[in-house]
């Protein structure tokens, strides 16, 4: 069986937490800088891309339910990478909801989510990113 790794920045996070979410074919998810929840997002005070302002979107999908379910199954992990001094969301961590992520996954699940926060400044791939990418679609 081949394995699937599916990475993004930005808006293409938000595209692999969707269809790492939808698809189980994918074992391996990477969002980069990008696919926050809801009330996370809340709290910036800057302007939201479409993914986070379109009520049909918001109406059919919740962002922590996207992260569970990329990463529910036995053999699927999924890894945030956020970068601590990103423009876009500086001062934003996921501590709010890891929590929740990893409750839920303990209790029901048998796939792994983690989040990696870096120290770039950048919104984009970083060196950390990289690395955790190649990792992860390279382990047995």
Not at 51 to 71: C, H, K, R, T, V
Not at 122 to 132: D, I, W
């Amino acid at each position: 069986t081949s394995r699937i790794t599916m990475t993004g920045e930005s808006g293409g996070a938000w595209t692999t937490a969707v269809y790492a979410a939808l698809d189980t074919r994918i074992s391996r998810s990477v969002p980069v800088a990008g696919s926050l929840p809801l009330f996370a997002i809340e709290r910036l005070n800057t302007c939201v891309d479409f993914e986070y302002s379109n009520p049909q979107l918001l109406g059919a999908m919740n962002f922590l339910d996207m992260m569970i379910l990329a990463s529910c199954d036995r053999g699927r992990k999924q890894v945030q990478v956020t970068h601590q001094f990103d423009q876009y969301f500086y001062g934003l961590f996921p501590y709010t909801y890891e929590a929740i992520v990893k409750r839920v996954l303990s209790g029901y699940c048998e796939g792994q989510w983690d989040f990696l926060i870096t120290p770039e400044e950048v919104h984009q791939f970083g060196e950390e990113a990289t690395e955790v990418v190649l990792r992860l679609a390279n382990e047995e």
